[in-house]
């Protein structure tokens, strides 16, 4: 089965900085990348995913790159704000159906004020 | 609109007994997943609905898991026999029955 590896498990970056967390899968076959932050207590939320039929996708602060050869994806923040503050996690799956996620073991990003 | 619902927020138990949790996913939602995450931990795939029917039931630890969704819509999860290591937070997930899924707010397990 899927195996996803995630770096840093904590991460701690003044205000202003740019954040990098780096995720490795092992199954050639995935081909869906969501990252999810959540809050303490407070439910998983989608932030941004990207397929493999693009190496690179942005939104506003936040941009995801894929490396399919490698088979390793990464998430940045630029620009960071106290709001970014969260546990980040990664996941992966075969594209295109309902299949379950399998998830990275999560990255603590501090901001710095 | 409304997104996933589970109840109850927490739940304790003491070890050996048996319990429910309910998950009530976004309307129109046809693939309902559960969840399990423990501490410090990112969530653990448990099974996934299309519909009615499990169409994925790998991530269940063993036979005292069970989940059902009689009508395609609510999923309710059973635990018989609870264990002090089924302690965690019980997440479900809804999609359309393609790729991005929408997690619940999550039930808190804690076995005594």
């Known amino acids: 089965g899927e195996n996803v590896e995630q770096h840093p498990s904590t991460l701690s970056v003044q205000e202003g900085d740019s954040a990098v967390i780096k995720c490795t899968y092992s199954?050639?076959?995935?081909?869906?990348f969501p990252w999810y932050k959540q809050e303490l207590g407070k439910r998983p939320q989608l932030i941004i995913d990207?397929?493999?039929?693009?190496g690179e996708k942005k939104d506003q602060r936040i941009a995801v790159t894929l490396n399919k050869t490698a088979k390793h994806f990464s998430l940045h923040i630029t620009e960071t704000q106290p709001e970014d503050s969260a546990v980040y996690f990664c996941?992966?799956?075969?594209?295109?159906?309902?299949?379950?996620?399998?998830f990275g073991k999560g990255t603590h990003l501090i901001i710095q004020p | 609109g409304a997104g996933v619902s589970q109840t109850p927020s927490n739940k304790v138990t003491e070890k050996g007994k048996y319990v429910e949790l309910r998950c009530d996913p976004i309307?129109?939602?046809?693939?309902l997943y559960w969840y399990r995450q423990s501490l410090g931990q990112g969530p653990e795939f448990l099974i996934y609905?299309?519909?009615?029917?499990?169409?994925?039931d790998s991530g269940l630890p063993n036979d005292r898991f069970f989940a059902v969704r009689p009508e395609g819509s609510v999923s309710t999860l059973k635990i018989q026999r609870t264990e002090r290591g089924d302690s965690a937070v019980y997440l479900c997930?809804?999609?359309?029955?393609?790729?991005?899924?929408?997690f619940g707010p999550g039930t808190r397990l804690t076995v005594l």
């Open positions: 997930a809804s999609s359309l029955g393609g790729d991005t899924q929408y």
């Open positions: 199954d050639s076959a995935s081909n869906y």
């Open positions: 990207i397929r493999s039929n693009v």
């Open positions: 996941a992966a799956k075969e594209g295109g159906g309902a299949d379950g996620l399998t």
């Open positions: 309307s129109g939602h046809t693939a």
């Open positions: 609905f299309q519909g009615t029917g499990a169409a994925d």
